[in-house]
């Protein structure tokens, strides 16, 4: 069998909490993103850009709509006979099964798919990031370190840095210490949650991990710190690009704003490096004569009759007269009734809004956005106040 250099293992079964009704019937990387994206469309793109052509996806919580999403990889290229991209749901064995407990656990349960491709080294990567990587830098760095560990980092600010795995390193690179969400961080070198293992020694501190009764099968909590105490040859790879953890309903809209503007913090149309996704034919956007569209994105099937000010505006998505959209997040196939007011909202796929509704008042802000889940119907002259999540089933 022909060897790979390198697989990928992309961890998308996370139940996403702190999305609220984003994720109540979907995996968090199908959230939609950016008007034609799914945030899993980041990591799958890296992948196809780094020349890494085997990526399994390992699913568990609602996972029918991402299944359904990713199919058989044709989008990213990697519809491939040997190869490409394969779903990894929790399966029942012989010997017994059960669910993910961990990410570690999880990449422990699939042993079998990296057997299968018999790679030199492994990529382990996170569904819930917005970013653009290319990671064949980061293995050849790897590599060169003969390490087995590879940890991509970025410096955050430091009042945010108890939320990561913190770090520091020598000057060549190598980890000297490591702590997972500590209360009082040492440094601001964050762990990205993307790391390059050699093969074997992935397999073997995965085994090894699963017969500890005390461990949670975690890589930041447990594989990591557990390979540093060893002497295990551990690296950091200094990213200084674009990344976003969009975990949070208020972080997945300050990527979704951060892409607006002349000069945009994260630039979507570098045709050198594209994002690929699975996305239906639909017709041209337009722009009705009482429709303003300003300092705005929106991508195809929209029709826009009322006023769209600093916002994103996801496929299909129907405006109505008189109706003002601003600051705000509005997600694919959405219909916005006739007087709508939407400030610092935002409103998942399919969502309907009565006419003289509004979400967000006065009092909005960045900090406290108004979401609505998807399938949603809100009745005419409904008010949401700022903060509040409302959810399929309240009709309101």
Not at 93 to 109: D, F, L, R, S, V
Not at 113 to 140: A, N, P, R, T
Not at 154 to 177: L, Y
Not at 306 to 331: R, W
Request: charged share 20%; aromatic share 8%; with cysteine.
């Amino acid at each position: 069998m022909k060897k790979k250099k390198c697989i990928a293992m992309l961890l998308a079964g996370g139940q996403g909490t702190r999305l609220f009704a984003l994720t109540n019937s979907v995996a968090k990387p199908a959230v939609s993103f950016g008007a034609k994206y799914r945030i899993i469309d980041f990591p799958l793109s890296n992948c196809t850009n780094s020349g890494i052509d085997t990526v399994g996806v390992l699913t568990q919580y609602q996972p029918l709509i991402l299944n359904e999403y990713v199919g058989n990889g044709e989008p990213w290229d990697l519809d491939r006979s040997f190869g490409g991209v394969h779903i990894l749901p929790p399966y029942q064995a012989k010997a017994g099964g059960e669910w993910y407990k961990g990410t570690a656990n999880a990449i422990y349960q699939n042993l079998h798919f990296l057997d299968e491709y018999d790679s030199e080294h492994v990529l382990i990567l996170s569904g819930d990031h917005i970013y653009k990587m290319d990671y064949s830098k980061m293995l050849g760095e790897h590599v060169a370190h003969n390490a087995d560990c590879t940890i991509a980092v970025i410096d955050v600010p430091q009042q945010e840095a108890s939320r990561f795995g913190i770090m520091n390193f020598s000057d060549d690179m190598r980890i000297t210490s490591f702590q997972e969400k500590p209360k009082k961080p040492q440094s601001n070198h964050a762990s990205m949650g993307i790391y390059i293992f050699k093969k074997d020694v992935l397999v073997r501190e995965l085994n090894a991990d699963a017969a500890d009764k005390t461990s949670v099968n975690d890589f930041g909590k447990n594989i990591i710190p557990n390979m540093l105490n060893s002497g295990c040859k551990m690296f950091a790879y200094a990213f200084e690009g674009y990344w976003k953890d969009v975990g949070t309903v208020r972080s997945l809209w300050e990527a979704n704003m951060d892409l607006l503007g002349d000069h945009p913090a994260f630039d979507l149309g570098d045709p050198s490096f594209k994002i690929y996704s699975r996305n239906e034919p639909l017709p041209p956007s337009y722009i009705g004569a009482t429709g303003k569209f300003i300092n705005s994105i929106m991508t195809t099937g929209c029709e826009i009759y009322g006023k769209v000010i600093n916002s994103v505006i996801g496929e299909g998505v129907t405006v109505k007269e008189g109706s003002v959209i601003e600051n705000s997040v509005v997600m694919d196939g959405a219909v916005i009734g006739k007087n709508v007011h939407i400030n610092y909202g935002m409103v998942d796929d399919n969502v309907v809004i009565g006419d003289g509704a509004i979400i967000g008042d006065s009092t909005s802000d960045k900090n406290s956005i108004a979401l609505i889940g998807r399938d949603t119907i809100i009745k005419n002259g409904t008010k949401i106040k700022h903060g509040e999540i409302v959810d399929k089933g309240s009709m309101l």
